[in-house]
């Protein structure tokens, strides 16, 4: 077993502008009880894209983005995945994010790491539904 755990190279997305720190402690019940860490910024600009006004963007961000995580399940519970390890994916589908139902991932590093937010890395787009 090694003592070491795996490299965490969201610092690296986030200078690279991939990934965005969440300053949000809010603890989710459905993600294990924690908190959100990182958002990616494709969702991030899809979320504040839905603000009536610009200056209440990041409120209606972070207001979505607790709705869908309390949305959320543990992929390991969906038929065919139960092999896979508990606690490291959550899914909610499909979201509403603007006029589309996204799916949006809740992914955690490792056990007991934080938790980021993202939509799944083979989305090109809206899920047509």
Do not use: K
């Amino acid at each position: 077993m090694d003592p070491h755990p795996p490299a965490d190279d969201r610092e690296q997305l986030v200078a690279a502008g991939v990934l965005r720190r969440y300053v949000d402690p809010y603890p989710h019940p459905a993600l294990g009880n924690s908190p959100v860490s990182f958002v990616s910024e494709r969702l991030w600009a899809e979320l504040t894209a839905l603000a009536i006004v610009p200056a209440a963007a990041t409120a209606t961000a972070t207001a979505l983005l607790r709705q869908i995580a309390a949305d959320a399940v543990d992929a390991a519970l969906a038929p065919g995945n139960e092999r896979a390890p508990r606690n490291d994916l959550y899914v909610a589908y499909p979201a509403h994010i603007g006029s589309h139902r996204r799916v949006v991932w809740f992914q955690r590093t490792g056990p007991r790491g934080s938790i980021t937010a993202t939509f799944p890395p083979d989305s090109a787009g809206p899920t047509p539904y």
